[in-house]
Every structure is written in C-alpha cells, then in structure tokens.
C-alpha cells in the first residue's frame, strides 16, 4: 500500500500538481509544482516547489521539451523519483483530478468508461476545462498503469439545490432532453471552506448556515443551509453571476442578440466575447482586479466605474442568499485571490449593514491578509466575518482519500 496522492488539475497546455504525504489518514503537502506551455517544446518548463524544506522555500524550474499532456507528467514522475522517492510511482496510492463540469454526478468517483463519457459529453457545458481535465486523466492512466483514478467535480456540490434554485424559467423539454439547468462551480473550494468554517465556529457542519464568496479571477457566492448548496450564483456554466477578470457575468439575455444582430456576431465570437473580453477586462481594459483597484485610487474614472459595478453585484447576491437563509447566518466567508487579500473590497462590499447585524472591524480587515485565517467582524456584530484562504488541492486530496476509504 503507497503512502502519497497525487493532485492533478490539467489545463489546455498546463499541469498543475500537488503530492500530499499520507500518514494516519492525516495529508500534508510535499511538492506542489506547474507544467506550463506544453506542447511549445522550445519554451515548455516545469516550475516547482518543496512544500516541506522551510530551509529551501524557492522555486525550482527545469526546461524540457514537452509535446503532450503524457510526456508532461511523465516528466513530473521521474521528477518526483529524484526530489522526493525513487519509488513514488509506487508509492502513489491514487490520484485525484479536477474536473470542472461533472452534470448531475454529486460527489467525487473513481473514474470508468461511463465517468469519462460524461466528463466527455459535459465538454459543451465547460469546453475550455473539460476536454483538458480529460487529458489529464488519460495522461495519468499511462503514466501510472493500475493506479485510481478520481474524478472530483467542481458542480458536485451543488447538486443538493432544490429544483427551485437550479430550474430556469424555460420550456421543461429543454430541462428533460438537453439537461440545461444551474450547475454551479467553485463547490470544491466551498467544500473545503465549509469544514474550514465548522473547526472556526465549534459547529457541526449540519448545523451550518453560511454565504461564501469565492472572490478570485472567477467569481461566485454560495447560500449554505445545514452544511449544504441550497444556491449559488454560476449556472449552466461559470458565466452566470459575479462580475469576473474577463466574464461579464448576469447580462439581460436580450443584449446578447441585440449585439449578435447590430454587430454581425457569431455564437463563437459572442461567447469570446461574454467570457474573455468581458467582465473588469472590458470596462476599464484590466482584468486583474488588484490592477483595477491601483487604477481606480489613481483617479481612473473607468476603474472606479468598474469596482462599483463589481460590488453592486456582489452586495446583491449577499443580500438575496440573507433572505434566502431567512436571516439566520453564521457567517459571511470571504475567500480566493480577492476574498483573501483585498480589505477594501471586504470592507467596501458589508458597508453600512449594521442594521442587518453585520459590521467589520476596520483593524482586523487590514490585518488579515497574505494567507491569514481569521474573524474580521466587529465587536458589534451579530454575525461572523470570516476571512479563510482556500486550497482546493488539500480538498480534491481529501475527497479522493474518501473514494479509496470506501474501496478498502
């Protein structure tokens, strides 16, 4: 029996990696690392990290001509063999992907023929992760013959909506024949947060009511009764919702043909256009919200447009997913790249709710960034604010050593 899982989440031309060591069901993180540009053989590298040397914390990174996603991680292996074990291959027990769109699959399994039919068929819900995903998981399945495989779905979550949040108002058939309904993503990250969340507050995660904003280049809001999705703000796809880096997000569906038909767009170009081209991209021309917020305290008039907009929509679905939970909250969980870093716009998006039981302590929100766990409410607060960064990779390890549990 090996001792290690190894996390993969794979990209158009990219792998990502984490090896966690595992020792009485306990993980810790070993190696975490980053094939980049495969496929480009004269500027594919790998760039890695040694999670458990304190005394040797800088990146490592080796070049290497990569052509596919199997020479990629073929690579990472033989790596892995000379930083960490000669005999990891055997040592890896099972391996856990992430996969972004699984359908109506709620919970993390280990990969068949059929689960890889889905993971195939769900590619015109997700086309950009997807099919990558599924690269990943057939690169894996050669490199390392015989070992699990775990498909762990970022939609899996959320399959516990009831029909009234994930229903769109459309003719049914399109509901029964073509499966076109909210999904949601970023439940990997919510899961991991709402455990994180039940060791903060001394409460079984049963007990649970929580809003999650996942605030990170991709956006979304979760309402969670009883430890469970009861809403969130993705749908279909990861279009729907918060304004993102480059996604315009909740867009009268009317603007889209108006535009297709004045502008002579295609389906492609009006999905490039909603996804890539959209969002803080398209009104102030960044998309990286940490450049939008240097800009706006600039004087940018575009920029300031832009982070108004952002936390309009985002004041909005906290405020919905209150009612929704019936007022009855434990906390509001700020996470991700912008959740965890950005106090102005935690500040910024629970200003003035104090008449709702909600107020941050101006101290405590500074204070906690760069990767600090913590509670940022005030004293007057009647309901927690709680800043906890994510890791999704520790969650995808988790949910695959629950899938081997289960074949043991």
């Keep these: 029996m090996g001792s290690s899982l190894l996390v993969v989440n794979s990209g158009s031309s990219s792998l990502k990696f984490k090896l966690f060591n595992r020792a009485a069901d306990k993980l810790s993180a070993v190696v975490t690392g980053l094939v980049e540009r495969i496929g480009d053989t004269e500027h594919s590298r790998l760039v890695a990290t040694n999670e458990k040397d304190a005394s040797n914390p800088g990146k ?16 990472v292996l033989d790596y892995l063999r000379q930083q960490y074990s000669n005999n990891i291959k055997d040592e890896v027990e099972a391996m856990g992907h992430r996969v972004v769109h699984g359908k109506n699959i709620s919970e993390p399994v280990l990969v068949d023929e059929e689960v890889m039919r889905i993971i195939k068929d769900a590619a015109e819900l997700a086309p950009l992760h997807n099919p990558a995903n599924l690269q990943g998981i057939v690169a894996a399945s050669a490199v390392f013959p015989g070992c699990p495989q775990v498909a762990v779905f970022d939609t899996a979550f959320h399959q516990s909506m009831p029909a009234s949040a994930y229903v769109y108002a459309l003719p049914y058939e399109y509901l029964e024949k073509l499966h076109v309904r909210k999904y949601g993503f970023h439940g990997t990250s919510v899961r991991y947060l709402v455990n994180q969340a039940s ?4 409460k079984d995660v049963s007990e649970l009511n929580l809003i999650v904003a ?9 309402a969670i009764r009883g430890g469970k999705s009861v809403d969130t703000s993705m749908g279909l796809t990861p279009l729907e919702g918060l304004v993102m880096g480059t996604r315009s997000g909740d867009v009268d569906p009317a603007v889209l043909l108006y535009l297709m038909d004045k502008c002579g767009m295609s389906t492609r170009e009006a999905d490039t256009m909603l996804n890539k081209k959209s969002g803080f991209l398209g009104l102030c021309g960044k998309a990286d919200v940490r450049a939008v917020l240097e800009e706006a305290d600039a004087g940018n008039e575009r920029a300031k447009l832009a982070i108004e907009v952002y936390l309009h929509r985002l004041r909005r679905y906290i405020g919905a997913y209150l009612i ?3 007022g009855d909250v434990d906390a ?20 003035g709710l104090q008449k709702f039981g909600i107020g941050v302590d101006a101290a405590r929100n500074e204070a906690t960034v760069r990767g600090k766990k913590g509670e940022i409410q005030s004293s007057e607060s009647e309901m927690k604010v709680l800043v906890i960064p994510t890791d999704e990779e520790l969650s995808i390890a988790q949910q695959t050593l629950e899938v081997l549990e289960k074949l043991e």
């Design 199 to 202: 060791g903060m507050l001394g």
């Design 60 to 75: 490592q990174v080796f070049q290497e001509p990569l052509p596919d996603h199997t020479a990629a991680l073929d690579y």
């Design 324 to 326: 929704h939970l019936q």
């Design 214 to 222: 996942h605030l990170g280049a991709g956006a979304s809001v979760t």
């Design 332 to 351: 509001i969980i700020f996470s991700a790249g912008m959740g965890e870093n950005s106090a102005v716009l935690r500040g910024r998006a629970l200003e």
